[in-house]
């Protein structure tokens, strides 16, 4: 059977690509000034070989933030980044959403509905949020997506915000 999620993967990458992403297997990458912007298809356990099963995460990595001795070894991803978030959530439905595509239709609607959320509401959270700078200001107003007050805490420390 087809990879169901290879037409949301195609769209998603001539999409992203004139924005400045980079595509390695499921995951875009925007390197900014000090931060990499990262959109991420994500499959779940729960796929078969009849129907495929995934979400879409948007996350914000800060080198800074990562030890200096690794630093050059680890690479961005929406688990160790500093700002993640569920495209669903970003959506007027304000939760998680799962597309199940179980045929190469529902395949190719799934990354129209994908791309569409993504350009009317994930792409314009990650612009309002270009840099470190952004990243401390939501942090000081005590909004944290995808952290622990204990992470966003220490996230503040470690930039020297507090």
């Known amino acids: 059977m087809t990879n169901l999620k290879t ?9 992203l690509h004139p924005l400045g992403y980079r595509k390695k297997a499921g995951l875009f990458s925007r390197e900014l000034k000090d931060v990499v912007h990262l959109v991420e298809v994500q499959g779940s356990r729960h796929s078969t070989s009849a129907q495929a099963v995934f979400t879409v995460n948007l996350g914000i990595f800060v080198p800074e933030l990562v030890y200096p001795d690794v630093r050059e070894a680890t ?8 700002w993640m978030q569920r495209l669903g959530v970003l959506c ?10 179980e045929t190469p239709e529902q395949a190719l609607e799934a990354a129209d509905d994908i791309l569409n959320r993504l350009r009317l509401f994930g792409i314009p959270v990650l612009e309002a949020l270009p840099n470190a700078v952004s990243l401390v200001e939501l942090w000081k107003s ?7 007050e204990r992470q966003r805490a220490k996230f503040l420390v470690a930039l020297g915000q507090v």
């Open 7 to 15: 037409p949301t993967l195609d769209a998603l990458k001539q999409f």
């Open 75 to 82: 690479k961005p991803s929406i688990p160790g980044g500093h």
């Open 92 to 101: 007027p439905e304000n939760q998680d959403l799962w597309w199940k595509p």
């Open 142 to 148: 005590g909004r944290s997506p995808g952290l622990t």
